[in-house]
């Protein structure tokens, strides 16, 4: 548009304006962002298109916007989506569009696509609200659905996409959230998701779930660093997140190196494969990574089969599973159940690591091989055991019986 800066009319005049649109696009007036919206005339028959303001009496604005378009498709069959193709031009920020999904019989719509809208199980419709670029809409069908129902409460902020939607089992899905100025999204709930920043990737999703996102001006930092070797750790440096929240961290080793997260690493989280998943951040912490040669890099695999107690150490997986750097000294911090004590119930590791005898309790390994620890937790010696209402109905059945056996003996003794 020509001219693009603000200009000075003498009152009551009017000033004409060039638009240049791009081919296939349609030209709008929209209102300002704030202010009085200037009246005028705009001719999309010429070219340049122009719009020309008239009267103008006191300061005004406007803004100049182009068509945007959505296109729909189907992949892998099984259904069909009406419209089919593109539908447009639509005036971006004032349009509505309902898409009709009619699956295959024994299948169920799934709806993937740029553009962000609602699904509606029961009709089997995706409403696009409000589009403000060109998207698309990309319907498959499934006969092995699972679902995910995103939500939001508390205010200050929203999501790109509310309520429950299908996907494929095993399949993903990507969320957008759009806090308030100075507020930061935390999530909750049972689905499988990475957070970074202001997206959450929900993926794989082999079962039914459901996340609810907040948004808290309460926050924490977390610091990422690559504290030696040759490697990214995304996103670098200090990121701020909701106090009790969270942030993945991927690394990216390079030259055939292997990731190692460091114990210096405070951030509670979980690592699945070079992604670090922080959750629950109640405090300032951080996420320290080193890269080391695949040849110098071995597993310790710590389990607890039987329960009553927990085994962690920063950069483990949620199979027990910990990469570390041959000659690493490693702590494991080792959480029994109230009532229980922790035992080393076998080892492969050599040297073998060594388990503290009071609380709170550590295992401490340097790592030479490949190797795994299996731990147990006992009761505690002289612990008095209380009855569960089971046992009290056995032992109360058993005084009855007892007490019923006696009587007889003594009716026959008469």
Known sequence: ????????????????????????????????????????????????????????????????????????????????????????????????????????????????????????????????????????????????????????????????????????????????????????????????????????????????????????????????????????????????????GGQSYTATPGGGSVTVFEDSSTCPGVRSGNVYNVTGATANCSVNAKFVAAAAAVTVTTTVPGGHGTVTTPGQDGAGNTVLAIGDVRTWTVTPDTGYIPQVQSSTCAPAGTLSTTAPYTYTLTAAANCAVTFAFAPVAGAASIPTLSEWGLIILSILIGLFVLGMRRRRMI
């Open 1 to 244: 548009m020509t001219p693009a800066v603000p200009k000075q009319v003498v009152d009551g005049g009017s000033t004409v304006y060039n638009i240049t649109p791009d081919a296939g696009k349609t030209t709008y007036i929209l209102p300002p962002p704030s202010g009085a919206a200037c009246s005028g005339t705009l001719d999309t028959g010429v070219t340049p298109n122009t719009y020309t303001v008239t009267p103008v009496t006191a300061d005004c604005g406007f803004t100049v916007a182009f068509s945007v378009e959505e296109t729909s498709s189907v992949t892998g069959g099984n259904g069909t989506i009406t419209p089919l193709g593109a539908t447009g031009p639509l005036v971006p920020g004032s349009n509505s569009t309902v898409y009709a999904l009619t699956p295959d019989a024994g299948y169920t719509p799934v709806v993937d696509g740029t553009c962000k809208g609602v699904f509606d199980g029961a009709a089997n419709t995706y409403t696009v609200t409000d589009a403000t670029a060109d998207c698309t809409v990309i319907a498959s069908f499934t006969n092995d659905p699972v679902t995910v129902t995103s939500s939001t409460s508390g205010g200050h902020g929203g999501i790109d996409t509310t309520g429950t939607i299908n996907l494929p089992n095993g399949g993903s899905r990507t969320y957008t959230f759009t806090p308030d100025a100075g507020y930061y999204p935390m999530v909750t709930g049972n689905c499988p998701g990475t957070l970074v920043g202001n997206t959450y990737t929900v993926s794989p999703v082999t079962a039914n779930c459901a996340f609810n996102v907040t948004f808290s001006s309460t926050t924490v930092d977390i610091t990422a660093t690559v504290t030696g070797g040759v490697g990214t750790l995304t996103p670098p440096g200090t990121t701020t997140v909701a106090q009790g």
